[in-house]
């Protein structure tokens, strides 16, 4: 256990970052076209002492134009962590997701669970084991636990990437592994501009289920005309859904301008699918729905 008096949490470094977005996304099969409009944050506070406090969040408001009602989604994330000198680090977690689906009602994940791993400073691994809770609770004697890694490198100045592997394993009266892998990179190019791509998929074992995403897109460092640390981006993206032999695929444009605080660089925006895989959350539920969405 870390304890430190009163005083030692002495802030070193702030990092933040927010993204607000709007997305257009095209169902085929005649399924319609779907508007959201997200608001994404995250950032850091790192002490002199080792303890370091992340923090992220997104609003979301997901409008399919062919069903009787909106789709409200909230998240917000919470990690605390020691890093000891070595480069070790040690925490936990709580991540906790709201869904309101209007008139068909609504349902609250609640994640939360130890990690542990490396960083210094062009790499970084996280592997982490908890569980989740819902509400509506699940069945009697059904249980929800997680596991799985996150992966960063900043492989030079300009280029960075990362991946997870995540499962979430529901268990009694039989298994189900609903599992989530992603990769994705960011690069930095001359004149304020960057670009950024990934990919991920989710799947669930037992009824022949997946859902791939593909998303790469540019963006543009309004700095380098004005002295506002923003970001314009554009990504294009498509999500193909696979479920017993059916098929379909969504296919989306995302718009987003992002801004920094504190010592970050915000060529990395929010509503990405780059981001989603390289900062997912700790279930492969609520990583498939920021990726898709």
Same mark, same amino acid.
């Given at each position: 256990m870390v304890t430190c008096a009163p005083g030692a949490l002495i802030a070193q470094e702030f990092r933040g970052v927010g993204t607000l977005g709007y997305g257009h996304s095209s169902v085929s099969n005649g399924g319609g076209d779907i508007s959201s409009f997200t608001l994404d944050g995250a950032g850091s506070v790192n002490f002199d002492s080792g303890v370091h406090i992340g923090f992220d969040a997104t609003i979301a408001k997901i409008d399919p134009d062919q069903a009787g009602g909106d789709v409200d989604a909230n998240e917000f994330g919470l990690t605390l962590n020691y890093q000891f000198t070595n480069g070790t680090v040690l925490g936990g977690y709580i991540d906790h997701a709201s869904i309101d689906t209007n008139p068909l009602g609504s349902g609250d994940f609640t994640s939360y669970g130890l990690s542990g791993g490396y960083v210094n400073n062009e790499f970084g691994v996280e592997l982490f084991f908890g569980e989740t809770e819902t509400s509506p609770s699940l069945p009697a004697g059904v249980d929800w636990v997680d596991y799985g890694i996150n992966v960063r490198y900043a492989a030079t100045d300009q280029f960075r990437f990362g991946g997870h592997y995540i499962v979430s394993e529901l268990s009694g009266g039989g298994s189900v592994d609903l599992s989530s892998w992603g990769i994705g990179g960011t690069y930095s190019f001359a004149n304020g501009w960057s670009g950024f791509a990934g990919v991920s998929q989710f799947d669930i074992e037992t009824v022949n289920a997946d859902a791939t995403t593909f998303g790469f897109g540019a963006g543009y460092n309004l700095q380098q005309v004005v002295k506002t640390p923003a970001l314009l981006s554009l990504e294009l993206a498509r999500t193909d859904l696979s479920v017993g032999g059916a098929s379909a695929d969504v296919d989306t444009i995302r718009l987003g301008i992002t801004f920094a605080l504190g010592d970050s660089n915000?060529?990395? *925006?929010? &509503? =990405?699918?780059? #981001? =989603?895989?390289? =900062? *997912? #959350?700790? &279930?492969?539920? =609520? +990583?498939?729905? &920021? +990726?898709?969405?």
């Open positions: 915000g060529e990395q *925006p929010l &509503n =990405s699918v780059a #981001r =989603s895989v390289m =900062s *997912p #959350r700790h &279930n492969s539920v =609520s +990583t498939a729905i &920021n +990726t898709a969405f």
